[in-house]
């Protein structure tokens, strides 16, 4: 069966590259994807699948049947778009100024919609049935996964998969981990209130950049002297904004970053040791500081019975030149919340075009065979759990 449907999919190859490329040019923000889920209804309508929208949002979810009785697996691809603005000069560039499909979200999205159509095809000869979720907002919190699990795409599902195009790993390979592959993903805001005045006299003011500045190297240092060698975190400051004339000092100032963890214990260790340098700054300098912690997505965490079965599938496909075990990621990805429901696996694509960028870059881009490669393994891993013990 696994041949029929790798098959249809390299005839559906072109199409494929078609409906991507549609999407790169008509990309939409998280939770405005209103065209883009209309899009994606419609195709399903047109084929006669069963299929809802308005899932948690703009979420679409359908579902095929199977011939015969068996399990329910769940296949996942998002169809948001970035802040970003397109700076390729290529025929299918971006037509929304400063926004664009900067992270792969268009390829995932044409991978899985052609999947569901050759598995349609071929739904009487399968067993069990096949949830496909189009997911919105994955790129900001908090995410359409929690709605559209709350709104019941989960429902019945006794596994799922999913895959991301990874522009930065070779085309033709499959990476795979099992336990953490992508991090909890948090931010931070801090505002600092303190006194300004001239340049001149800063003897008589409270200057919330010098204290910026020295949040900002303390902040530093939790990583370095709090957290266990052995353990990972990340802790940037992406933002510092204090603007003013050259000859004024600031009286407040307002930071920004994000936190990277893997084990809860130690993402809670950094929001707790956080909390208490910016109250001891506040406290030196005799000044009001302002902390607010935002979690963002959990911790990717693979099972390992779906990961060993994902690898062991992937060494089947055609085309795949290498399973690889891959390092974990400090990227966040709400697919997290999927795991936490029911078993699976969250695995990567290698999608490196001839000049890659990472993701989240202007010029990103990917390597389009690298859909039929996520497609077979997607594929053939929903059909081969049929037959899991």
């Not at 590259?17 to 790169?24: E, P, S």
């Not at 994955?138 to 999913?162: K, N, Q, T």
């Amino acid at each position: 069966m696994n041949e029929l449907l790798f098959e249809k999919l390299d005839n559906a190859y072109e199409e494929m590259v078609v409906m991507r490329r549609y999407l790169h040019m008509h990309p939409e923000l998280s939770f405005q994807e209103h065209e883009t889920a209309k899009y994606i209804y419609n195709f399903y309508a047109d084929l006669g699948i069963d299929v809802q929208t308005g899932v948690g949002g703009n979420g679409v979810v359908a579902r095929i049947k199977g011939g015969r009785p068996g399990k329910t697996v769940a296949l996942r691809a998002d169809f948001d778009a970035l802040p970003i603005h397109d700076e390729k000069d290529v025929p299918y560039r971006s037509t929304v100024p400063n926004v664009m499909h900067a992270c792969g979200h268009d390829g995932h999205t044409a991978t899985l919609l052609q999947l569901a159509k050759a598995i349609n095809e071929l739904r009487e000869d399968l067993a069990g049935e096949y949830v496909f979720i189009h997911q919105h907002a994955e790129e900001y919190a908090p995410g359409g996964a929690i709605s559209m699990i709350e709104d019941g795409c989960l429902d019945g599902v006794d596994v799922i998969f999913g895959t991301h195009l990874w522009s930065l790993f070779p085309s033709k390979t499959i990476e795979y981990l099992s336990g953490p592959i992508m991090a909890a993903a948090d931010r931070f805001e801090i505002i600092i209130q303190g006194a300004g005045g001239h340049g001149a006299s800063p003897h008589q003011t409270k200057d919330a950049i010098a204290i910026g500045a020295q949040l900002v190297m303390n902040l530093q240092q939790i990583v370095s002297r709090r957290i266990d060698p052995i353990e990972s975190a990340v802790l940037s400051i992406g933002s510092f904004v204090a603007d003013n004339a050259f000859n004024v000092i600031a009286d407040s100032a307002k930071l920004g970053g994000t936190v990277r963890t893997f084990k809860p214990e130690i993402r809670q260790m950094m929001e707790q040791e956080m909390r208490r340098i910016v109250e001891g700054t506040a406290l030196s300098h005799n000044c009001e500081i302002q902390f607010e912690y935002f979690r963002g997505y959990p911790a990717v965490v693979n099972h390992e019975a779906e990961t060993t079965f994902l690898k062991e599938v992937a060494e089947t496909v055609p085309g795949v030149d290498a399973v690889v075990e891959t390092e974990p990621q400090m990227g966040g990805e709400d697919f997290a919340y999927y795991l936490e429901k029911v078993p699976g696996t969250f695995f990567f694509t290698g999608a490196q075009p001839e000049t890659p960028y990472p993701h989240h870059h202007p010029k990103f881009d990917i390597d389009e065979k690298a859909m039929l490669i996520a497609a077979k393994t997607l594929g053939a891993a929903a059909l081969e759990y049929q037959n899991k013990a």
